[in-house]
């Protein structure tokens, strides 16, 4: 059983589209991430949800909006497509709280042509 | 200023040699630690997490200074399959992990 999920694995789409990643877990974890992981590879937080708070990076541009139809369930929609937003965006959950760890899902590998 | 610091290496070790990865966090609030490892093109995964008294796991220790706020593991006996990225990461403000830029560690037959 695969404890997060994401779909799809690999991306490859033109400038300028709209599209999204599913994200689910069954781990009965609270809250949720979206991570993005550039090509030097380094991990930064994009948002994390759970049901009383979103918090964005501010630094996130406002294409990207996650959309979280269940506890178990964050997708995340991007808008008009760039070419800088290739990279590979990795889905997390962890229980509510400081002392725990968060699971990843195995990537989405998105490539805008 | 980074929430998390690491040393990227990369960093070359024979078989059998012990090597330490080090980390500074910026956040002196921050409440939970952890290392993450990452092979190539997969996500990361939970190596160990780090207590403040220091923990141990096989050949695997971690310590915390919170007063330097300094994060370490140590590899003992590294293996070839000890070869991948480690990932500090810190739990800075509740449901808010911060990584470091990872250390890149090849074990060399």
């Known amino acids: 059983d695969t404890a997060v999920s994401q779909t799809p694995k690999y991306l490859v789409t033109q400038m300028g589209n709209d599209k999204s990643i599913k994200c689910e877990q069954n781990?009965?974890?609270?809250?949720m991430y979206w991570y993005k992981q550039d090509s030097k590879k380094f991990l930064k937080i994009m948002f994390s949800?759970?049901?009383?708070?979103?918090?964005i990076n501010e630094t996130v541009p406002n294409r990207f909006s996650p959309k979280s139809p269940d506890k178990a369930h964050l997708n995340l929609h991007i808008n008009s497509l760039e070419l800088g937003d290739s990279a590979v965006y990795f889905c997390?959950?962890?229980?509510?709280?400081?002392?725990?760890?968060?699971?990843f899902g195995q990537g989405t590998r998105l490539t805008v042509v | 200023r980074k929430e998390v610091e690491q040393d990227p290496g990369p960093f070359n070790v024979p078989e059998g040699a012990t090597v330490a990865f080090n980390c500074t966090y910026s956040?002196?609030?921050?409440?939970?630690f952890f290392w993450y490892r990452q092979d190539c093109r997969k996500e990361p995964k939970l190596l160990m997490s780090?207590?403040?008294s220091g923990n141990e796991d096989g050949r695997f220790t971690a310590q915390l200074n919170r007063a330097s706020q300094y994060i370490s593991l140590l590899i003992r006996d590294s293996k070839l399959s000890d070869s991948a990225t480690y990932l500090c990461?810190?739990?800075?403000?509740?449901?808010?992990?911060?990584f470091g830029t990872g250390t890149s560690l090849t074990v060399i037959p």
């Open positions: 997390a959950s962890s229980h509510e709280g400081s002392y725990t760890e968060a699971f």
């Open positions: 781990l009965g974890h609270d809250t």
């Open positions: 949800y759970n049901n009383k708070e979103l918090i």
């Open positions: 956040n002196s609030a921050s409440q939970s």
């Open positions: 780090v207590y403040s």
């Open positions: 990461v810190v739990n800075a403000r509740g449901n808010q992990f911060y």
